[in-house]
């Protein structure tokens, strides 16, 4: 096991892992901005060291400076939290060739599944659904017409050479199939000189649900069930839950062995998670792999009772997880939301400032995850989450009744935070029956 | 309401232009690209811009509420004279550190390292208290990653304290030297 491990990260995650370091006996080094200094957090490391300005490439990503601070505190790993350099194979290349371990799947695994169009391969060769397509240029109506019969219509027809929603079109039959084809094809030309088309099966309301995955390096890999990320604005999750409320046994089974058998595929080695899209008939299709521990890893935590960044440090550090598939149990229902500090009232508006009252929630069920105090000061430098608060009760009404309940008693003043919408997504009857999408959030909000 | 100050040094070797039309029209052009950084800085609540140009170099930092004077090299062609808002002392030889007054001047780590005071372990220290130092005199050594890079004084002084001691280990923003600056 390590004797040292420095986080190349910052708030609530560096907090995260400075916590799994010491349950495991493991020192702790924070390294930090000139705008982190003084964080509370960073006194619950063994040693901090200042590694630059507020500006991220001057600090959180520059990777001279956080090696030199690796080697001034002698730390044998590092932990890159999420964001920041966690998906950046130059660094895990770096680390390897400073002979410091980075915690974290190797360099060429991380290379492999973190290019799309790799890993769609690579999830297809594994057995694995992509959204359906033409597999490259349709090249008349005809063609078209029966690749778009194979897949399944609902069609989108999309630009090879597109962007920005143009040169873009939804065929629901054959009739509206080769209108939109032949005007798809003349808006591609006008509008980007290309008018080859292709075509992909068209999601209808989709849900994103991915699956939490961990591989020890000895061949064992282990699922901890998925999570419901549908609650999103922006592409940026709001909510998280598991189980998705909507699947049957037999559907989750299916998608937990589809993402472990991707990430054996990659010879992967470490967390990942990967990420579905589901339709309304409940079939799956593979999107891509995040390559790293996501925000979201408690939830998964919760509902199988296991501390994931512990397991990251014990594979990283060549331990067997000794569990099988078998012992990894789950139980109860887990929903996690964010807490930014954003104004949902203005656009979700950025809202720097200093915190004068902080007072989180507490009692049972409840897990609340943050890096903030009174008195603490929210940098306009990095990303907005203040907190995540995580509830846990045996049933999924139990669940949304107790955040409901945490996320009233949250006192965050006077900086404008995210919680008054959480509150009317958690209330909003669609969201209670679950019959929401990737876009619910946009269309109701 | 937060005021910008900033700061230019002026950079002597170049000859001030006795063509006041000129200089003028440079100044202008200058100061107008100044008002634009500082409209940008505004418009997306930035807190600090650095801007190099081959050997020109800028910055325009935000006040804090803990503030910090940093002297910055070089800006277009030498002119003398305030300008509004600004900080920044007349003209002068090479490069000045602007310091609050009667407090000394602090040379700060750049970068994450070991400190070295003396090129090798049998040499004389690069500098001691009372040394003479200009902008390019190197003042210690910063291993980082078994690079050794030379660290120079960036001001005009005389060392008065010798803060860092040899052999530790430095973060960024550290002091390492106070200097009474010229």
Known sequence: ?445 | MLAIILILAILVGRQVTNRKGSAMAQWDEQFSKLKQIIEMMKDHNLVEIQIKQGEEELCVKKAQPVQQITAVPMFGAGLPGALPGAAAPAAGQGQEAVSQEDKPAEIKSPLVGTFYAQPSPDSEPFVELGSRVEPDTVVCIIEAMKVMNEIKAEMSGVIVDVVAANGSAVEYGQVLFKVRPD
């Open chain 1, 1 to 445: 096991m390590f004797s040292r491990v420095l986080i190349a990260n910052r708030g609530e995650i560096a907090l995260r892992v400075i916590r799994a370091c010491h349950e495991l006996g493991i020192e702790a080094v924070a390294v930090y901005s000139e705008a982190d200094k003084g964080a509370a957090y960073l006194d619950m490391a063994d040693e901090a060291v200042c590694i630059g300005p507020a500006v991220p490439a001057q600090s959180y990503l520059n990777i001279p400076r956080i090696m030199s601070a690796a080697e001034i505190t002698n730390a044998d790993a590092i932990h890159p939290g999420y964001g920041f350099l966690a998906e950046n194979e130059n660094f895990a290349q770096i680390c390897r060739e400073c002979g410091i371990t980075f915690i974290g799947p190797p360099p060429e695994a991380m290379r492999l599944l973190g290019d799309k169009v790799e890993a769609r391969k690579l999830a297809k060769e594994a057995g694995v659904s992509l959204v359906p397509g033409s597999d490259g240029v349709v090249e008349d109506i005809e063609q078209g017409l029966k690749i778009a019969a194979g897949i399944g219509y609902p069609v989108m027809i999309k630009a090879v050479a597109g962007g920005g929603g143009r040169g873009m079109r939804v065929a629901h039959n054959e009739m509206s199939f080769r209108s939109g084809f032949t005007s798809a094809q003349a808006e591609a030309t006008a509008a980007f000189g290309d008018g080859s088309v292709y075509l992909e099966k068209l999601i209808v309301e989709p849900r994103h649900v991915e699956v939490q995955v961990m591989a020890d390096g000895t061949g064992n890999v282990l699922h901890f069930y998925e999570r419901d990320c549908s609650i999103q604005r922006r592409h940026q999750k709001m909510i998280e839950e598991s189980p998705c409320p909507v699947i049957s046994e037999k559907v989750r089974q299916e998608l937990c062995e589809s993402a472990i058998r991707i990430i054996k595929h990659a010879n992967y080695v470490n967390a990942a998670t990967v990420e579905f899209l589901l339709d309304k008939d409940r079939h799956f299709y593979f999107i891509e792999v995040n390559t790293r521990i996501q925000v979201e890893h408690p939830v998964s935590e919760m509902v199988t009772g296991r501390d994931l960044i512990k397991m990251q440090l014990q594979v990283a550090s060549g331990e067997k997880l000794g569990l099988t598939q078998k012992d990894i149990k789950h139980r109860g229902v887990a929903i996690e939301c964010r807490v930014n500090a954003e104004d949902p009232a203005n656009g979700f508006s950025p809202c720097p400032g200093t915190i004068t009252r902080f007072i989180p929630p507490g009692g049972p069920g409840i897990r609340v995850d943050t890096h903030v105090y009174q008195g603490w000061t929210v940098s306009p430098n990095y990303d907005s989450m203040l907190c995540k608060l995580i509830a846990y009760r045996p049933t999924r009404d139990e669940a949304i009744a107790t955040m409901r309940r945490a996320l009233s008693e949250f006192v965050i003043e006077p900086i404008k935070t995210t919680i008054p919408a959480s509150l009317s997504i958690l209330s909003h009857n669609l969201f209670v029956k679950s019959k929401i999408d990737t876009e619910f959030v946009e269309r109701n909000f």
